[in-house]
């Protein structure tokens, strides 16, 4: 465990760091601005649950009053899910200033990778991460969390990326950036409420103790940056690629007719690919990061067998 002026590890996280007990962090933005309420607070309390079934710590993430905090309590998460779109959603460069005001912040990925890594923690499960967006040739709409992925040794497991992205783009920028991107169980991209995508991944590797060695070689060697895990959705939650990938369109049409741009765009297109798909889309986005909490703390456990 870590010491920073701004960090405030929970004593549970705390305590299983020192012991080198597995811990798997988790992010806050995926409650507040990816998922409605009351859903996002029992998602993030189930993601929370799954993980100590499986033998690991939870430590949520987020930014209260100023403090970095590694580990929330239950009315620290419950309190970020009803306040939803009213938290800011904290990349990393918007960290300092709400950090420097004491206010309260919903960490993206990267964010959530900094924070762990200042905490020790390096394994982290979420959803979907950002990446680049289509059109990203005239907006340059290109996520922090692709960066981060680039230089803060994290391993995040997530269930590929959604197509609002362009994933062929999103691939070419992660190779070139060194970040190795892992199919588990699978060759192929899965593109978040699907399986498939069309697109090949690096490697696959089919166990967690195969992904606990490759990042523990990764950091050994001194490689600087994390490693990005596409653990595909269950296939009895997959969704109809035709149904998704429609609602997908017409999202992004909708937010290029309204202008939206900027953090906007990600949380104005969750929004409304599960308005089209009248909520459907929300029950695969649950059982999906479920999903990836239990590889998750499966591998935070094989990861501390190797020191
Ligand atoms: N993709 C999802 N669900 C999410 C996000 C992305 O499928 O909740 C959130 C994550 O917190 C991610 C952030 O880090 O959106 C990316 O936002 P941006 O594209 O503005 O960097
Ligand atoms: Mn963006």
New binding site residues.
Partial sequence: MEFNKYLDTSPEVAKALAENKPVVAL????IS???PYPQNVETALRVEQVIRENGAVPATIAIIGGRLKAGLSKEEIEYLGKTGYDVP?V?RRDLPVIVAKGMDG???????MIIASLAGIKIFA??????V?RGAETTM?I???LEELAMTPVMVI??G??S?LDLGLTLEYLETKGVPVIGYGTKELPA?YTRKSGFSVDYELDTPQELAEAFHVKQEVGLRGGMLVANPIPEKYSMEPDIINKAIDEAIEESRRQGIH??????FL?AKVKEITGGDSLDS?IQLVLNNAELAAKTAAELCRLG
Avoid: R, W, Y
Avoid at 27 to 30: M, P, R, V
Avoid at 126 to 131: E, I, K, L, M
């Fill in positions: 992010e806050s933005t995926i601005h990816g998922m959603k990349s919903a960490t993206t990925v990267a964010t959530t979420t959803g979907g991460v950002g990446g967006h709409d996520s922090a969390d997530c269930a990326a959604k609002i978040f900027g953090k906007d765009t990600t949380p969750l986005n």
